[in-house]
């Protein structure tokens, strides 16, 4: 028989016990037994599954490490990895060495048999290690066994020998306090030394008793004259001894100075403690807020210049963790600084409590200090286990980025709070900070890779330090309430203007503007927002607001707004149920952001094969570019291989940038050349703007159709035109008529029961709705114009009462344009009534009565009676024909073409500030074509004219010819003339000059009647 290994050996017992335990059989030498047992063994030997796939393994354990980690049990995790790690590198029984097929094996078939590890509930058992056994063997006397010794006087005295004095004395007089690097010491100091050692006893049976005291108890250096430590006598660890030396034989008046001698650990220990926040120390003093370094501490390894240089530096940074730390107790309301009992602290943040902007950024602050004191705590665990030698350049190497992170939060602190004057208004401050964040991403982040990390700490505290904003504007978006008890928002309520009055639009809300000094506060008035106030801008400051919110600005104050006139129109109209479940089930602003940001984020890291392979068609793209380039330089005749490289570059940087830029969101690789954006402003465009823009479209929609289908906003803008605009002619012919009836009459019109009575009569034949809410009265005007007869009318005023919350469009500013209109359209129509009522045979009976007078030859002579009829009926033609035009161009080519674009920028209207604006801008359109703006007062004034001759012309029609004299013709044709002539010239002028084309139908129309003289 072969031979066979213990493990094998062991296997054969067990196979045998298989086939007893099976079989039944118990005699080994029976024939059935032993075919069993050849058959076990051949397919012990001889099986036909694979080996384990170790790969394999390796993957599943780092799949599940994957999963847990995702979900973020990091416990589970931690104690996943280092338990397989452990079992992979401990050894097997009957296996030589570490991640064997059997430790593969194991795991395979343990993740076999297990269900679903990552959602296992597990919670790690601690192990005790059993302790080895000591060995108490006592070798000494097995080897002297047989050999017979000279005890001496004294037996019973234990064995003594120099080697182990020598040996105690050295452990004595060692001192491995805290440091690495002092491990032997000075025979010359060792006297010294041991007089000044702090004295320890211990009982005997305790041998690590010193060994343990000197570890861990620390010599008082910062006493008045601490205790001299022992150090090595090389001369990198006297340096200071050194330099000392030849400063006293080169320096003549050189005066030694007395020194605190520190080991690098306690300077390295004193540096975590300063940086951790820690006041009280010996090295570093504090100062009225300034951190100083001692002058007389000094190491033996270093010249006291290069100490202090390199202290220097630290203490700079420890006095910007101090700054940052009493800012944020100060917030928080901890002081650090101890007050007595019964003393009130000075400090009256106590009385006004911080506004929520800087609280929020004390909490990104506090959130990294946490965790740079865990790096510093890691650090001096490290010194204390004392595993490996720590330096202080090793240190400061390992925190260099979070001092160059601390340097960064300490420059936005001093920009953003602590320059900032007292006194100042918390809209200020909160927007002055934000803005200072917001600056320094974009100006770190056009750096590039070199300023990565600082980035990444910026737009977290960013993103912490914004979210009171986005809360604000979040609660006034959705629910139409501006919480902002602190008055720190950029834009604020003016509480005396309640929602249901009229001017609650335009004085409701107040935008402050801050000035990049921060030295004043203004408030600016916002046409979009209408702002309640409004004051000059001072020159010495340029005006900013939060930076951030600009290009969503109008669109947050337009939701806000839309949103609590929206709520308050449903409190009156019955809240829908379900809005409150709705409310509930969504996600908040600052929630629907930092989704998008971290899905902007995984969706920016691509995968190797992407990037290779955009690499290779960039590659193939240039190679391209550049042959064909040479082509075309070659028809030139210029052979230059760099400037085709060149053009073939720029060429497929620009396509790449247009072909990035053109979908909107773009997945920036810092690393690519073409991309010279700024990724910060990008991630804004893409993750917050569209959440307010698609709440913004939601509000002023939901508003929108609410005015239009409830309140009937159409509707009323049609009656506004129906009624000033004339465009009712059938009910307001009736109205108008009555009236130039009494003038005409001669009777007395000017009352307000009359006017009032036809008003009602006229309208509530047909719109009884519209009858109540119309009404006319008379307002005084200057004496001196009524004069003229075309200017009786004026005074006359239309008021339409228009309900809440549609006055907000149609305002009482709105119905004075309305009136200017309205007022002139009845001059014209009653210009036009009054010629179209004159009859012929009114001026026909007239002359026959003058033909019976006495005085019909004289007449006769100086121009016949047929002559002068003759030359009214022309006149009156010429009249018609002006007054004609000028009625057909207001009514149809202004009035009707820009009421029909009015109605359909109507319908187009996005929200409420909008529609306001149209409706405004068709007021405005319609008062400036109609001729009533002052720049063009002298054009009215040539029209008045000529209306006011038609009043003259119609009077003395019907008077008759013998009721005035001749030359009053004369007068008559020539004032129309001269009036003609002058308004042609002057529209032609402006028609050629392409500034008022719609006055190219009204200069047609007057030249075509107009006499070439």
């Known amino acids: 028989m072969a031979y066979w290994t213990k493990f094998e050996k062991e296997m054969d017992v067990e196979a045998k016990q298989l086939i007893k335990h099976i079989s039944g059989i118990q005699d080994e030498e029976e024939p059935n037994f032993q075919a069993a047992l050849k058959f076990v063994w051949s397919n012990f030997r001889f099986h036909r599954f694979l080996d384990v796939n170790k790969h394999q393994v390796q993957r599943t354990i780092s799949g599940i490490y994957e999963k847990l980690m995702v979900k973020s049990d990091l416990r589970k995790a931690e104690s996943w990895i280092r338990l397989t790690e452990e079992f992979l590198n401990s050894p097997l029984p009957n296996t030589e060495g570490t991640k064997t097929d059997v430790h593969h094996g194991i795991l395979s078939l343990l993740l076999f048999l297990s269900d679903s590890p990552s959602n296992a509930h597990y919670t790690e058992t601690p192990r005790v290690k059993e302790p080895e056994k000591e060995d108490t063997f006592d070798w000494g006397r097995y080897l002297l066994e047989g050999e017979e010794l000279d005890a001496g006087p004294y037996p019973d005295t234990p064995e003594w020998s120099e080697e182990e004095s020598e040996e105690d004395d050295s452990q004595q007089a060692l001192s491995r306090e805290d440091s690495g690097i002092q491990v032997d010491r000075t025979p010359q100091e060792a006297p010294e030394h041991s007089k000044k050692a702090v004295q320890v006893t211990w009982r005997v049976g305790e041998p690590d008793s010193r060994t343990w005291l000197e570890q861990h108890v620390v010599a008082p250096y910062w006493e008045t004259q601490p205790p001299r430590f022992s150090h090595s ?172 992170q601390v340097k960064v939060l300490h420059k936005v602190f001093c920009t953003g709070v602590a320059e900032v004057p007292p006194g100042t208004p918390n809209v200020v401050r909160a927007s002055h900070l934000l803005n200072t964040l917001y600056k320094a991403i974009i100006e770190y982040d056009s750096v590039g890779e070199a300023s990565e990390q600082a980035v990444a700490l910026l737009f977290s505290l960013w993103v912490e330090t914004v979210r009171p904003y986005l809360e604000i504007v979040d609660e006034w978006i959705f629910h139409g309430q501006l919480f902002d008890p602190a008055k720190e928002f950029i834009i604020q309520r003016n509480k005396d203007v309640p929602v249901n009055h009229r001017d609650f639009w335009y004085a409701t809300y107040t935008l402050y503007s801050v000035s990049e000094a921060v030295d004043s506060e203004e408030r600016l008035s916002d046409a979009a927002s209408g702002s309640s106030a409004s004051d000059q801008v001072p020159c010495g400051g340029q005006q900013t607001m939060v930076s951030f919110l600009k290009p969503v600005l109008k669109q947050i104050i337009m939701a806000g707004k839309s949103m609590q006139l929206l709520k308050n129109l449903n409190c009156k109209a019955g809240e829908r149920p379900n809005s409150s479940s709705r409310d509930a089930e969504r996600k908040s602003l600052y929630a629907l952001f930092l989704e998008s940001v971290q899905s902007r984020l995984r969706r920016g890291e691509e995968s190797p094969a992407d990037t290779a392979a955009e690499r290779q068609a960039a590659r193939q793209s240039l190679i391209r570019m550049q042959s064909l380039m040479a082509r075309h330089l070659e028809l030139d005749d210029v052979h230059d291989p760099l400037l085709a490289i060149n053009f073939a570059r720029l060429y497929v940087e620009q396509n790449d940038f247009h072909e990035k830029f053109a979908g909107g969101d773009v997945a920036l690789d810092r690393s690519s050349e073409s991309v010279t954006c700024q990724t910060f402003e990008l991630t804004l465009r893409s993750c917050l703007y569209p959440h307010i823009e698609h709440r913004y479209v939601e509000c002023c929609g939901n508003l929108m159709k609410t005015l239009k289908k409830d309140y009937r906003l159409l509707e009323y803008l049609q009656a506004m035109r129906n009624y000033f605009l004339l465009e009712a002619g059938d009910t307001m012919y009736d109205f108008y008529t009555a009236i130039f009836d009494k003038v005409l009459e001669k009777e007395s019109w000017q009352q307000m029961s009359f006017l009032n009575v036809q008003l009602q009569e006229a309208v509530g034949q047909r719109c009884p709705e519209d009858s109540m809410r119309l009404s006319i009265f008379l307002e005084s005007v200057d004496p001196a114009r009524k004069k003229q007869s075309v200017n009786s009318l004026e005074g006359l005023t239309l008021s339409y009462k228009v309900p809440w919350p549609v006055d907000i469009v149609i305002s009482s500013e709105c119905q004075k344009i309305y009136n200017q209109v309205f007022l002139l359209l009845l001059q014209i129509k009653w210009a036009k009534y009054n010629l179209d009522t004159l009859r012929f045979t009114d001026l026909m009976d007239a002359a026959k009565r003058q033909e019976g007078s006495p005085s019909d030859d004289i007449t006769a002579k100086e121009e016949p009676i047929s002559t002068q009829i003759h030359r009214m009926y022309l006149l009156r033609v010429k009249l018609m024909h002006f007054v004609n035009s000028l009625h057909n161009y207001i009514m149809t080519r202004i009035l009707h073409s820009t009421g029909l674009e009015f109605q359909h920028q109507v319908q187009d209207a996005k929200d409420l500030d909008q529609l306001i604006k149209i409706h405004y801008r068709y007021l405005s359109t319609i008062h400036d074509r109609c001729l009533l703006r002052e720049k063009v007062s002298f054009v009215k004034e040539a029209i008045m004219k000529v209306l006011n001759l038609v009043h003259i012309f119609s009077d003395r029609w019907q008077a008759g010819l013998g009721a005035w004299k001749i030359e009053s013709i004369d007068k008559m044709e020539s004032d129309f003339k001269n009036c003609h002539m002058f308004l042609v010239t002057i529209l032609n002028k402006a028609v050629c000059r392409g500034s008022f084309p719609h006055l190219e139908s009204l200069a047609l129309s007057l030249m075509a009647g107009f006499e070439q003289c």
């Open 233 to 404: 006598l090389h001369l990198h660890s006297n340096l200071l001894n050194v330099w000392d030396q030849h400063l006293y034989n080169t320096d003549p008046l050189y005066l030694p100075e007395e020194k605190a001698f520190v080991t690098e650990t306690q300077v390295i220990r004193e540096t975590l403690w300063l940086l951790s926040g820690c006041k009280k120390l010996f090295i570093f003093q504090h100062h009225e807020g300034k951190v100083s370094v001692r002058t007389d501490v000094v190491v033996t390894h270093l010249t006291s210049n290069c100490l202090r240089s390199v202290l220097e530096h630290i203490a700079s940074y420890g006095q910007a963790v101090f700054r940052l730390q009493r800012f944020i107790d100060e917030v928080t309301g901890h002081s650090a600084d101890p007050v007595p009992p019964g003393a009130n602290p000075p400090s009256k943040k106590s009385s006004e409590p911080p506004f929520r902007t800087y609280q929020a950024f004390v909490w990104a602050l506090y959130k990294y200090f946490v965790s740079f004191k865990e790096e510093l705590t890691t650090i001096e665990r490290g010194i204390i286990v004392n595993d490996e030698t720590v330096t202080l350049s090793a240190v400061l190497e390992r925190l260099a980025p979070h001092l160059a």
